[in-house]
Each structure stands twice: as C-alpha cells, then as structure tokens.
C-alpha cells in the first residue's frame, strides 16, 4: 500500500532534549516536505526536499533541521526543543501535482 | 505575489444540505488548484483537482470550477453526509518547486 509513515505518532518532552521525528515514503517519490498545522496558523511549510541530499527551507525552518540521505526517509530534527515548537507536524511526498501526507505528529514541548 | 483565501468556518450544515465553501486566489502565471480534506485524527487527503481555466474537478461527490475571470475555485457538494464533516483546505501550485500556497482551512460539520 502506497502510504506516507510517520513516527512517533504522538510525542511529550521537555525544553532542550534533542528529538528526531521519522518520516518514509514508499511510493519513490523525489520531492518531500515537512509542515507544522497550528490552530488559525493553517499549514506551514519547514523544510523541503526536492530530492537526496537537496533540502531548502521554507516558511518557518528556524528551530528544525533536516536530512535527506536516502530517497524515502526524510527525518525533522528538533536540536534544543522549545515550547513554541508545539504543533502538529505532517510529512508529505509529491510527484507530480498531488501530495501524500503522513498521519502526523502530536508534539508537545513542556 | 500568492496567495489563497478561503471562507472562516465553522461552517455547520445539516444532513443532505447544499455546500458551498469558497476560495479565492491571487496568482501569477497559470497556477494549478486544489482541495484537500482532513478528516478528525488524520492527514491531509487530495479531494480534486483542476489545472487550467474552465477546468473542473471533481470527486466523492464534491465539485470545484477554476474560474480564471473571477480567480475563483469554490467547493460545492449537493447533499452532504454526516461523513463529511472534516476540515476543507484549498491550496495554489504556482508551478515552481512544487510548494503549494495554502488557505487557512475550513472546518464543515455535518449534523444528522
């Protein structure tokens, strides 16, 4: 089945403790991105990827940080965690017009 | 530059009620434009899709025209279903690297 993974699903930490949230795509797709959804924000792109080893920033990137050594991973880390950092996080993959979202990511940062 | 606007939610309709959610957009070029849907607890799904003028896209029910005269792309569905409650996004592909402008959701709930 043709799906966008995503893990943790739902995440508590504290300020500062380095995190690394997963997302795999198993549809061989060149482009991927990571968004955060906020109430009365809507989607927020952060980083995207338009293929390995090529990532580029988007609307809001400060705090994160991202890695795309191999086609179907595409991990957001979160160096030094703070609390404007919760949210709800989405990966997605594209080709061509549509994009594929994962489930998502439940972060909560005390 | 670009930019999506859609209409504030909550927007809450009884069953089988008519549905329009609007979306208006500015954009340069020729940008392609689409609903996604986000049902409680999920992703983002893509419900259609149009890619030039007149286009119109269509899917599960749910009908959107690309208006390129009144820079239009507004959602409607005849009779909608308790199953339809869900958040309605409307976004742009402008046509460069593939990032997608995105309007602020629209969140339908749908009573029996």
């Known amino acids: 089945e043709a799906q966008v993974t995503q893990n943790p699903r739902y995440l508590i930490t504290v300020t500062g403790k380095k995190l690394t949230v997963t997302c795999s795509q198993n549809?061989?797709?060149?482009?991927m991105s990571w968004y955060r959804q906020d109430p009365g924000l809507g989607l927020r792109q952060i980083y995207y990827?338009?293929?390995?080893?090529?990532?580029d920033k988007g609307d809001v990137p400060e705090g994160y940080k991202v890695s795309r050594k191999e086609k179907r991973n595409f991990p957001l880390i979160l160096e030094s965690p703070s609390p404007n950092q919760t949210s709800l996080y989405f990966c997605a993959s594209s080709w061509g017009l549509a994009q594929y979202f994962g489930p998502g990511t439940r972060l909560t940062v005390l | 530059g670009n930019s999506v606007t859609q209409m504030e939610g909550p927007v809450t309709l009884s069953e089988e009620a008519f549905l329009t959610i609007n979306c208006t957009y500015t954009a340069t070029g020729y940008p392609s434009l689409f609903w996604y849907v986000q049902y409680p607890g999920e992703g983002l799904q893509l419900l259609l899709k149009?890619?030039?003028a007149d286009d119109k896209g269509s899917n599960k029910g749910f009908e959107a025209t690309y208006r390129k005269e009144t820079t239009s792309f507004h959602l409607e569905k005849g009779s909608v279903q308790v199953s339809d409650s869900a958040v309605y996004f409307c976004a742009l592909d402008p046509g460069n690297n593939r990032k997608l402008i995105w309007g602020l959701g629209t969140s339908l709930a749908v009573n029996p």
């Open positions: 990827s338009m293929n390995v080893e090529v990532t």
């Open positions: 549809m061989n797709h060149e482009y």
């Open positions: 149009a890619t030039k």
